[in-house]
């Protein structure tokens, strides 16, 4: 490195970029499992130093095995369980907690509904306490459950004003059978919500309550606390309720749409942007080839130099962002490529868009983009397991797919392992570029007759007549909590090389649903 002397100022400027250092060693928490005699699984951590403890129980199941008329009714079951129980309304149970310090949680995604609480170590056996009587003692009061219920109403009408949750959802209807779960919101839609009732949460919430689905992830500065006798205590006498789905979890519909290549636009008169999703259906998260895939997908729309990244933002100026990944959930999950963009640029930035993805798909990496994705990788993941949630939420993360933390444990090494031949056959096998589904939403009447020329596929248009956001282009934000889905941990997100929320375990829905612990 050289360095010159400013002649306004004393100290020397750098004058060369300083390279990266190595990674450094780190070695993820020993985990230590246990099985209660009712079927809970059990997984402590102990992480001295770290005197804010998490734990999380997670039921396996989650929206993809509710009914399609009952749609949305396991995620409102979620936010209904802190919502009143046998013992606390809905205020004592919010006071209780708070005389804890402590943060009482329920929410529920895809493949899981789970229950958390993150407390200082000190009171982890009230807090826990609290957390074993919301789980298996709500009421799920008719009051409460109605506010739940309009509050998502008006969620879902915000949602038509929102151009990029419409895109999501016009993207997910395109690119799945209607006999998919994966078809539709994980909230529910508007025709499903409103008639969602008490008893239909109960039913949504009683199909996942069974002790051999459980696994409740404690980690914290735990000292010489006994954890597992704590929770035997809580939780040991739990049997399964009538109506339980029982252990067993059936395969989740995930067929995607027979049409093949389309291009659907979503017509909004006067929009002065264009949202864009191009994909089709995705893969499920246990694969042989995870770690190419995430490598792959760090590369093409996962980091800031990423390759669509870099053509449409830095080469081009047409978009803040814009990124592509795969949702892995228990099913196959969407492929999607994203950007928002200005009107006029609408049809370049879908072009450019599929020239990246073919050449993803046909050309061999560079190794200098091979070397940084992996670096990125692997130089991030400590990171991610800073705090003790984090680490909770990326075990939950694993027991949710039926993996074991040895995922973990060698995940830097098998993304070191990953070459170009490894990531060309990845894109190959998992880029289906031809068949993507094209959906646009912005105003039609200004690149419609572009669009046509193009020829990209039979057009669609639906006429929404809706309100319009104006304004200029923003960054993509994450989406409200309903139709949000990120799921923690490095063996989630091949669709998010980027650090996660760590707070969401097997939680919370939709379409972003990167639509996330678990997009």
Known sequence: ???????????????????PGPPRVYEFPSVHGQRLANGVSIFVVDLPGRPLVSASLILTGGVSEEPADKAGATVLAARALTEGTEHYDAIALVEATERLGAS????????????????????????????AEVLLRPTFPDPEVDRLRDERLNDLLQAKAD?????????????????????????????????LTSADLRRAYGRSLDPARATLVIGGDLGDQDVVALVDRLFGSWAATVGASGTALAPVVDTGSPVGRVVRVVHRPGSVQTEIRIGHRGLPRRIDDFHAVSVMSAILGGLFNSRLNMKLREEKGYTYGAGAGFDMRR????????????????????????????????????????G?????LIGVFPLRF??????????????????????????????ESVDSAAIAAAARAHLHVDDAAIVLVGDVDA????????????????????????GPLEPEVSLSPVDNEDEAGPTVGAEEPAIPGIDDEPVASDEDDRESGHR
């Open 372 to 376: 940084a994705a992996r670096d990125f």
């Open 331 to 370: 099913g196959a999950g969407p492929f999607s490529a994203r950007a928002a963009v200005n009107t006029d640029v609408t049809v370049p930035a879908v072009l450019d868009t599929l020239v990246e993805l073919t050449r993803m798909r046909d050309t061999t990496v560079a190794d200098a983009e091979l």
């Open 163 to 195: 151009p990029r949750r419409r895109a999501d959802e016009a993207f997910i209807g395109t690119i799945y059978a209607g006999a998919s779960p994966y078809h539709r919101p994980s909230g529910g839609t508007r025709e499903t919500v409103e008639g």
């Open 447 to 470: 690149f419609g007759a572009a669009l046509e020329a193009a020829n990209l596929g039979p057009l669609v248009i639906e006429r929404d007549e809706g309100p319009v956001t104006a």
């Open 386 to 415: 800073e705090t003790a949630g984090a680490v909770v939420g990326s075990i939950g993360s694993l027991a949710v797919h039926g993996l074991g933390v040895e995922e973990l444990i060698g995940y830097r090494a098998n993304v």
């Open 104 to 131: 009482l949680h329920a929410d529920a995604g895809w493949d899981a509904l789970s229950v958390g609480v993150d407390v200082p170590a000190a009171r982890l056996t009230p807090a826990l306490e609290l957390a």
């Open 1 to 19: 490195m050289s360095a010159t002397l400013d002649p306004g100022r004393d100290e020397p400027v750098v004058a060369d970029r300083p390279e």
